[in-house]
């Protein structure tokens, strides 16, 4: 394809956090963007320059959108797939709509990696109380049954350790399909984010290692605290599931770490990731410049970490209330902290308000930083 050039408006299907901060180095590089919401709460929106909030269903959205996008990418899985393909019709769209619907769908995401020959937890696909009590047979526990579709943050999961009643755990579900996946004893997880251009060429990011609490991302670690070799190991995994789909964009492939120092993939992104937010502030291209570069056809940039970095989550329940701020002194004193809201009006539960990075000399250093940061956002004492 031929590039795209600044000035040209570019697409975003959905208006969350991820697509806000395209947005702005969309902005940053000369570009103009357009957001269809879906309908959906959309940070994005105010620093887009145009923006659609219908549902991703409206006909005269979506000829609205490709009546004006020159290209368009996703900022988030879960879109119908009859939407992409019908954005992909008029407009391209990376990734591509096989893309999307491959990772939107564990299903057919796990499909795709036992078909490629890819490392993954053993699973079984389960549509019925009786193929559930066959793959707890074959699968054995303990085990996570999820649902097929539309699962993140640890929704749509349940963790079986024996003696269940396949019967009454099917009802309880409440879902047509689902996976019955084994459980992995795992060291860690880790995380690589890998860009690929239209002409094929292929990057990997440097491993970030996760800690999730509540079943959401904490913290990740970057460099990860794993050999070498474990580290190029990911790395070349993530490029080649990025081939194998044929993939046009950035993207995110999680892991597990087992004992032995094998990797398994846990689950694909096909987009931008909360693990790789530290990339706008401690790599030379961003995930999100990745993002748009690959949407218009440009090359790849460098993904070369300038400085160790710790990425700190930051969610709802730390702030004070639903609308009043945390107190940022400690952070902005920090001297080598960097704040990233996502203007949500709201802090709900656990909802994922923004990050901070923190920048050192090496990761420990960021990580001690980080951890008080936490404690006293949340209040708790720190040893």
């Known amino acids: 394809?031929?590039?795209?050039?600044?000035?040209?408006?570019?697409?975003?299907?959905?208006?969350?956090?991820?697509?806000?901060?395209?947005?702005?180095?969309?902005?940053?590089?000369?570009y103009r963007t357009l957001v269809w919401t879906g309908g959906l709460e959309a940070p994005a929106v105010v620093v887009a320059d145009e923006s659609i909030e219908e549902p991703f269903d409206s006909s005269s959205a979506l000829e609205a959108f490709v009546s004006k996008a020159v290209v368009a990418t996703v900022e988030f899985e879960n879109i119908p797939r009859e939407t992409?393909?019908?954005?992909?019709?008029?407009?391209?769209?990376?990734?591509?709509?096989?893309?999307?619907?491959?990772?939107?769908?564990?299903?057919?995401?796990?499909?795709?990696?036992?078909?490629?020959?890819?490392?993954?937890?053993?699973?079984?696909?389960?549509?019925?109380a009786a193929e559930l009590e066959v793959a707890m047979e074959a699968i054995d526990v303990p085990a996570v049954l999820k649902t097929a579709a539309f699962g993140y943050d640890g929704k749509g999961q349940l963790k079986l350790t024996g003696g269940e009643d396949p019967v009454e755990v099917w009802r309880?579900?409440?879902?047509?399909?689902?996976?019955?996946?084994?459980?992995?004893?795992?060291?860690?997880?880790l995380s690589v984010m890998v860009a690929r251009s239209a002409n094929g060429s292929v990057l990997a990011y440097d491993p970030a290692e996760n800690r999730h609490r509540h079943h959401i991302l904490d913290v990740s670690i970057v460099p990860a605290r794993v050999p070498l070799s474990v580290a190029e190991e990911a790395k070349r995994i993530a490029c080649r599931v990025a081939e194998e789909l044929d993939y046009?964009?950035?993207?995110?492939?999680?892991?597990?770490?087992?004992?032995d120092g094998s990797l398994l993939v846990n689950e694909m992104a096909p987009r931008p990731h909360n693990s790789g937010h530290h990339t706008l502030d401690a790599c030379a291209t961003s995930q999100f410049e990745q993002q748009v570069r690959?949407?218009?056809?440009?090359?790849?940039?460098?993904?070369?970490?300038?400085?160790?970095?710790?990425?700190?989550?930051?969610?709802?329940?730390?702030?004070?209330?639903?609308e009043t701020q945390p107190d940022w002194s400690d952070l902005f004193a920090d001297g080598a902290a960097l704040l990233h809201l996502y203007g949500k009006a709201r802090a709900v539960g656990r909802r994922k308000m923004g990050h901070a990075n923190f920048?050192?000399?090496?990761?420990?250093?960021?990580?001690?930083?980080?951890?008080?940061?936490?404690?006293d956002l949340l209040g708790v004492s720190h040893p």
């Open 172 to 189: 309880e579900f409440a879902t047509d399909r689902a996976v019955l996946e084994a459980f992995i004893p795992f060291e860690l997880e």
């Open 84 to 128: 992409l393909e019908a954005v992909a019709a008029r407009i391209p769209l990376h990734p591509s709509p096989n893309a999307v619907a491959i990772c939107q769908h564990r299903e057919r995401e796990k499909a795709f990696l036992k078909s490629r020959g890819i490392p993954c937890a053993p699973f079984a696909v389960v549509a019925s």
């Open 294 to 322: 690959a949407t218009c056809g440009l090359p790849p940039g460098s993904a070369r970490l300038l400085s160790p970095v710790v990425m700190l989550n930051l969610l709802g329940d730390m702030w004070p209330s639903e």
């Open 359 to 375: 920048l050192a000399a090496d990761v420990e250093n960021a990580l001690v930083r980080a951890e008080k940061i936490k404690a």
């Open 1 to 30: 394809m031929h590039s795209i050039a600044p000035g040209s408006l570019l697409g975003i299907l959905g208006g969350g956090q991820l697509g806000r901060m395209f947005c702005i180095e969309a902005r940053r590089m000369g």
């Open 248 to 259: 046009q964009g950035i993207m995110g492939v999680e892991f597990f770490l087992l004992a």
